[in-house]
């Protein structure tokens, strides 16, 4: 049901950024810019704005309603890259052939834990990607500031834990992605440091495939 809704906002809201856009588009067209003055630089804000809007949209669309296309890592990234906060992190992959493409649900399950890694990565923070084995990565958050959310161990393990944290409007991408895998048949698991913790613990990503 949950689903549903998400996928009935994001249609309609992308339905209206579109013809926000192209109105912009088309203003800009009419009026000429680079001319200069107050007016051109508001345009120009109005259209950047219109245009992370569409960005951000397309990626809560694919995170929360579903993704209908097989999608490599590089694709991914680039989705994640609507959030401001990503922007400012150093994204890689390894292990992963770049013409490797994950289906829908997988890539699904892969965006959310992407999306979880990237709020809390802190400023100046990195998140690596790993093949560890067919049909298992492993996410390394790494960063001064780091941190995965205190809770995450439970939601993973505890399906009633997570739809209890779904009332947390600010945290909700925690709960919601142990949600989101576990329906899809993935396992996501906290990988127990074996020396000195260094950072927070690995994520291990076993999909429903492997």
């Known amino acids: 049901m949950a689903e549903l809704v998400a996928a009935r906002l994001c249609h309609d809201f992308s ?74 992190l150093r994204l890689a992959a390894s292990g992963i052939p770049d ?10 399950v892969i965006l959310n834990v992407l999306i ?13 990607l790993a093949a560890q084995a067919e049909g298992t990565l492993v996410l390394m958050l790494e960063g001064k500031a780091a941190r995965w959310p205190a809770a995450l161990a439970a939601w993973l393990s505890d399906d009633a834990a997570a739809i209890a944290a779904c009332d947390q409007p600010r945290a909700i991408q925690g709960p919601l992605t142990a949600l989101i895998a576990r329906e899809s048949g993935a396992e996501l698991s906290l990988l127990l440091a074996t020396g000195p913790a260094s950072g927070p613990a690995p994520l291990l990503i076993r999909l429903a495939g492997g």
């Open 15 to 88: 339905g209206l950024i579109g013809t926000l856009g192209g109105a912009l588009e088309n203003l800009a067209e009419e009026v000429g810019m680079g001319e200069g003055g107050a007016e051109d630089e508001a345009l120009g804000l109005a259209r950047e704005a219109a245009h992370e809007l569409g960005q951000r949209l397309r990626l809560w669309r694919a995170a929360w309603t579903g993704i209908s296309e097989t999608m490599a890592i590089a694709d991914l990234f680039a989705l994640l890259r609507a959030l401001p906060a990503a922007r400012k």
């Open 116 to 128: 979880l890694a990237a709020e809390g990565a802190g400023e100046g923070g990195s998140i690596r």
């Open 99 to 108: 013409d490797v493409a994950f289906a829908p649900e997988e890539a699904r």
